[in-house]
């Protein structure tokens, strides 16, 4: 699967988030190439050496190129790849202190004719609601949950997240440009049966007039990019 720029952005963004550094085992749903872990990994390992990634992936060509990705790479021993769906994942009760994922998130659109494609866009090998439902049970309380969507699908995470004690902390709507429509919403969430007194909001931009990357995109992604 190719590396998309919303992903990068995506990754850069849980992996200098705050509540990171603080936290130890960590859970990456539809890993696919690595790529998330990896820039976790990368960002937080020399301040922790604790840190410790499951990377599941339920697609198992996509498993075994994460797999190939990570032992390249400095953080192998940080990051343990399982070919697994999350339904069939064992793992015990509030024993994550984070996890994020970016879902597929079609949801009755028409499909490809690649099997392979299909299991990671589409939302029908893993519905949100049982998306959320994991991510509630796995997650700590008090812990944080990362998400990238679509922005015409921010709300209905956001209500579905509440709906498992998960409470909306910030959420930060992509656009490749200013004069564009926003594309994704990265979202942060907190596990708690209390609802946030507020929410965190902002616009973040890919491009500027120019087409040329943003001040704000460089900053965040320099440490990711060989040549940005």
Same mark, same amino acid.
């Given at each position: 699967?190719?590396?998309?720029?919303?992903?990068?952005?995506?990754?850069?963004?849980?992996?200098?988030?705050?509540?990171?550094?603080?936290?130890?085992?960590?859970?990456?749903?539809?890993?696919?190439?690595?790529?998330?872990?990896?820039?976790?990994?990368?960002?937080?390992?020399?301040?922790?050496?604790?840190?410790?990634?499951?990377?599941?992936?339920?697609?198992?060509?996509?498993?075994?190129?994460?797999?190939?990705?990570?032992?390249?790479?400095?953080?192998?021993?940080?990051?343990?790849?399982?070919?697994?769906?999350?339904?069939?994942?064992?793992?015990?009760?509030?024993?994550?202190?984070?996890?994020?994922?970016?879902?597929?998130?079609?949801?009755?659109?028409? !499909?490809?004719?690649?099997?392979?494609?299909?299991?990671?866009?589409?939302?029908?090998?893993?519905?949100?609601?049982?998306?959320?439902?994991?991510?509630?049970?796995?997650?700590?309380?008090?812990?944080?949950?990362?998400?990238?969507?679509?922005?015409?699908?921010?709300?209905?995470?956001?209500?579905?997240?509440?709906?498992?004690?998960? !409470?909306?902390?910030?959420?930060?709507?992509?656009?490749?440009?200013?004069?564009?429509?926003?594309?994704?919403?990265? !979202?942060?969430?907190?596990?708690?049966?209390?609802?946030?007194?507020?929410?965190?909001?902002?616009?973040?931009?890919?491009?500027?007039?120019?087409?040329?990357?943003?001040?704000?995109?460089?900053?965040?992604?320099?440490?990711?990019?060989?040549?940005?």
């Amino acid at each position: 699967m190719k590396v998309c720029t919303d992903a990068c952005l995506f990754g850069a963004w849980v992996a200098n988030d705050k509540n990171i550094p603080v936290a130890n085992n960590f859970l990456d749903i539809g890993t696919g190439t690595g790529l998330l872990s990896l820039m976790v990994a990368q960002a937080n390992i020399k301040n922790n050496n604790s840190l410790s990634i499951t990377a599941l992936e339920i697609e198992t060509a996509a498993a075994a190129e994460a797999t190939e990705n990570i032992h390249k790479s400095p953080w192998l021993n940080h990051i343990h790849v399982i070919n697994q769906a999350l339904q069939d994942f064992d793992c015990r009760a509030g024993s994550m202190d984070c996890i994020f994922t970016n879902p597929p998130f079609f949801e009755g659109d028409l !499909q490809s004719t690649n099997a392979h494609k299909n299991l990671a866009l589409h939302s029908t090998a893993l519905p949100w609601t049982t998306l959320i439902e994991n991510v509630s049970t796995f997650l700590k309380a008090d812990c944080y949950y990362y998400v990238l969507i679509p922005a015409i699908r921010a709300y209905t995470m956001q209500k579905l997240a509440t709906q498992h004690n998960l !409470q909306l902390v910030e959420e930060v709507v992509v656009f490749n440009a200013e004069k564009q429509k926003p594309f994704r919403a990265m !979202q942060k969430f907190i596990k708690s049966s209390i609802p946030v007194a507020e929410i965190k909001r902002s616009n973040f931009f890919i491009k500027d007039a120019e087409n040329k990357y943003t001040a704000a995109f460089t900053q965040l992604l320099a440490p990711y990019y060989l040549n940005l």
